[in-house]
């Protein structure tokens, strides 16, 4: 496998209370792809063991979750158990952990479902995975944007 080891891949969640959307970049850490929508259980450990081991499957460097703020610019209602989701993950896997503006992404995964003909009622099934991949886009884009450190 030869990959760049100076090109770190990272993890991203859009974390709902009923599902969570995951993405992963490329080896090249230019693009964000959906992975799959994890159905969370009731049992917490449970749905950070899944994530863990997608963390190594797909030798992980860091997480970005999607941080739910207000349009306002506020913390949300599921902010709080979602900074605390994160920090549990973040603990377990032993990786950074980013929170990444999420507003507005799952209204936009809906539309770009609805642009390319996906029938309503099947949005629910990859909603979820498609906002992750637009969370994981906008933070792979902004890493792109910043000056490269000097070794």
Not at 50 to 68: K, M
Request: charged letters at 25%; aromatic letters at 4%; one cysteine or more.
């Amino acid at each position: 496998m030869a990959t760049d080891a100076s090109i770190p891949r990272y993890l991203a969640l859009d974390v709902g209370s009923k599902r969570i959307g995951i993405a992963v970049s490329d080896e090249l850490g230019l693009t964000a792809q959906p992975v799959l929508t994890l159905e969370r259980r009731r049992n917490l450990r449970e749905d950070l063991r899944s994530i863990a081991r997608l963390c190594r499957r797909y030798s992980i460097a860091g997480i970005v979750v999607g941080n739910p703020l207000a349009l306002s610019g506020e913390l949300s209602s599921q902010a709080a158990k979602v900074h605390a989701f994160a920090a549990e993950l973040g603990e377990l896997t032993g990786l950074p952990v980013h929170r990444w503006d999420e507003r507005l992404t799952t209204h936009e995964a809906h539309q770009i479902l609805y642009e390319s003909g996906h029938a309503r009622q099947d949005h629910r099934r990859v909603v979820d995975q498609v906002a992750a991949t637009l969370i994981l886009q906008s933070f792979l884009d902004r890493q792109a944007d910043r000056p490269a450190k000097s070794s």
